[in-house]
């Protein structure tokens, strides 16, 4: 039987690794940035624009896509690649975050989760093994386990029931995953406490896993809690497999998330900022609202090579973006995501080289200088 | 002296026209249609999606581009082409038509309008002499004069004073115009009164114009008023001169136009309407929200080659239009725009190859069949 995924770790630099890891739809190299598109787009983009980017695996959204087109359609369509017409891989998260996030609307027992679509209000149950059927349907690559993640802060006893729970939740995910099915991933939580993030990547490693993702952090806390967080448990994760740090983040965090030996990430906010004119580069953020862009001809980064860089000013993005032209939030979308690819290809290149250490300093030294101007 | 504006006529067919109009930044074949790109984009387009559908000309809005980015950003930024990246030609509209849908922001004077802007109610005065100065910093290609377009119904009083005052505009307007500008078309007006619409018609072709546009219908009069107010007026226009009918409309307008003569079009339909779903094939209108396309995997129209109609299906794209999805929007976008580009080059084809009335016919017979399914 072929494996549904394998991994190999191509170098280390200290903690960071360069890899590649190969699913059933082709291979991409880590450390990797997922664009989400959550209901089967990436926000603005077309599935040509995304890989023009450098992106060779998407997110997309169990719990979402459950509510629009629903599993029949996309049972009927033959699963959301060709939907979408994505050839890559998809990696699908379970619903467990949209079930924090939207945690009114949301029941959690010991057979799964009883929630209200936040769109008609009509009620479901996704039990762990649903969970991976709707995951079926999607024809996801890489399937992610449901799993609890309480608010914080909150009681060492409720985190440690949620890390109970989750562990047997996976188990009972594993315990439905059929021949034809994609790879599976574990979530490790337990909150900032070390020694339950510890527990529970113990008992997830002893289920056996195709790869695991931490959960639960960039919810709120520090940095520095994040990073402390990292610090202990990334290590922790099996080193064969991939490690994946769920919904981050700031191009800082991912960097200082790969020192740790994360391989894996995926956020927002690339695509969120863009459609408010947020914009990350090389010299730290910009809004393209700032009426000192006005007459700016230069593009929004001078060392990027993304399409609206290459095409289009400061001045006509700002334009755009004030008028409220939907060209303006695909432009600060591509830039963005273009920049995200940049800053993972440029952690592997230098963990390839020996001098990661160096071009990690070299970001931070970038983002704090800011602009000239 | 260079010519500001060549129109040579390859063909004509009955009464339809084939020919070309060459600008000084660049040719385009007639009957044209041109995209409108009110704030200096297309909406939801890049310059070269706007180009891929077939058009060489798009439109501008004098009013909103006055407003923003304001003529001295325009002017630092070496005008609008250089600003959006689109180096075709460019036509403007002057404004008139702004000050008629948003009536209640402007007033009329011999000297010209006074209005306060939609977007701070800042006060402004438009003379003749200052729309074409805009249209100037712009750096429009084709500049359209200041007219007065009365509200209908209006006294034949009312009717006849704005069509007096608008040749007296259109004759000051001519009069600045300077050795480095752009074409210039004046606007006839006069309602569906074909004896007022015909004496304008005569003023302005004794001021001689570059071009001769048609203003003032699809305003809310029925189909056949505005067919037979063209029945007259059409051919009236000098026939060495594009004739333009401005803001229409309805791809079977369209063809109905051509038949009268007319060799110039613009409207916001194809944009607009995507922008809510609305679709139009070489079987008629399809709204992309109705729920029995959810799971229908041909493209929207069988007969288009554009890229939506290329690579995605109906269900995908009703998908993202019932999401919301910005994605979804440019793909209603740029097969309507192409199915315009589409219509006016078979019209174009047809007249050239002496066939307009069959192919014209068939237009029709394929709109009013619908689809079989």
């Known amino acids: 039987m072929t494996e549904r995924l394998v991994f190999r770790v191509d170098a280390v630099d200290g ?7 190969v699913t059933r739809r082709g291979a991409f190299a880590t450390p990797a940035f997922m664009p989400v598109g959550t209901l089967g787009t990436v926000k603005t983009a077309s599935p040509g624009e995304v890989e023009a980017t450098g992106a060779r695996i998407i997110l997309a959204n169990t719990y979402h896509l459950f509510l629009r087109p ?21 990696l699908t998260d379970s619903g467990g975050y949209q079930f924090f996030s939207l945690s009114r609307l949301a029941k959690f027992a010991e ?7 936040h769109l008609d209000g009509t ?60 790879a599976m991933f574990a979530i490790a939580q337990g909150g900032t406490d070390v020694s339950l993030r510890l527990r529970h990547v113990e008992q997830l490693s002893e289920l056996g896993f195709d790869g695991y993702a931490i959960g639960g952090l960039a919810v709120g806390e520090a940095p520095e809690e994040m990073y402390a967080t990292l610090d202990a448990v990334a290590p922790a994760l099996p080193a064969t497999r991939p490690r994946y740090l769920m919904g981050v983040g700031r191009p800082e965090d991912i960097v200082e998330a790969i020192a740790r030996g994360v391989d894996m990430f995926d956020c927002v906010m690339p695509t969120r900022n863009a459609r408010n004119g947020g914009v990350f580069t090389r010299r730290g953020r910009l809004n393209m609202r700032g009426a000192r862009l006005a007459r700016d001809e230069r593009p929004i980064d001078e060392g990027c090579r993304c399409y609206t860089c290459m095409t289009h000013s400061r001045a006509y993005v700002h334009h755009l973006i004030r008028a409220g032209e939907v060209y303006g939030i695909r432009l600060t979308t591509l830039h963005n995501l273009t920049y995200y690819q940049d800053v993972v290809r440029g952690a592997r290149e230098a963990v390839l080289e020996g001098r990661f250490d160096a071009w990690r300093r070299a970001q931070h030294a970038g983002w704090e200088a800011g602009e000239s101007s």
């Open 123 to 182: 009620a479901h149950l996704f039990t762990p093994e649903r969970v991976i059927e709707v995951q079926r349907s999607i024809g996801s690559d890489i399937m992610m386990v449901l799993d609890q993640c309480p608010a914080l802060p909150a009681e060492r006893r409720t985190l440690e029931e949620a890390v109970d729970r989750s562990t047997r939740w996976a188990a009972r995910s594993l315990a439905v995953r059929a021949d034809g099915d994609g």
């Open 15 to 21: 903690q960071a690794r360069a890899g590649e890891v």
């Open 111 to 117: 057979e799964g989760v009883t929630f209200r679509s």
């Open 70 to 90: 629903g599993t029949a359609t996309l049972d009927a369509v033959g699963g959301l690649h060709r939907f979408m017409r994505w050839s890559g891989p998809i």
